[in-house]
């Protein structure tokens, strides 16, 4: 069976920064890995994926600002988060298993529970 583990989230203040992990479980293998956010009332938005090659790829909101990687030997993915801003406030997602890296959600297989960001101003 399949699991994916967020931790890392928390509150802070404009301008800081936090660092997100997923752990993935019961999957062997290289595989696509992203991150999702979803801020109340609003819709599920990609923020950033890496490919099984390792390739990165971000939602313009989030270049320059956020760095996404990955441990295969720890099947852990990484979401390094700085210069927050309020508007990123929301739950974050990690998503395993989709043939390419693509920022819609249904494309992918397997989620975590999520681990919430709140920036305050």
């Known amino acids: 069976q399949v699991q994916l583990v967020e931790s890392g989230g928390g509150s802070v203040q404009a301008g800081g920064s936090l660092r997100l992990s997923c752990v993935i479980s019961?999957?062997?293998?290289?595989?696509?890995m992203s991150w999702f956010r979803q801020a109340p009332g609003e819709e599920r938005e990609g923020v950033a994926c890496?490919?099984?090659?390792?390739?990165?790829f971000y939602a313009d909101s989030v270049k320059g600002r956020f760095t996404v990687s990955k441990d295969n030997g720890k099947n852990t993915l990484y979401l390094q988060m700085d210069r927050l801003k309020p508007e990123d406030t929301a739950m974050y997602y990690c998503?395993?298993?989709?043939?390419?890296?693509?920022?819609?959600?249904?494309?992918?297989?397997?989620w975590g529970q999520g681990t919430q960001v709140t920036v305050s101003s």
């Open positions: 890496v490919s099984k090659a390792g390739g990165t």
């Open positions: 019961g999957y062997t293998g290289y595989i696509y």
């Open positions: 998503a395993a298993s989709s043939d390419y890296c693509v920022f819609d959600q249904s494309s992918w297989r397997y």
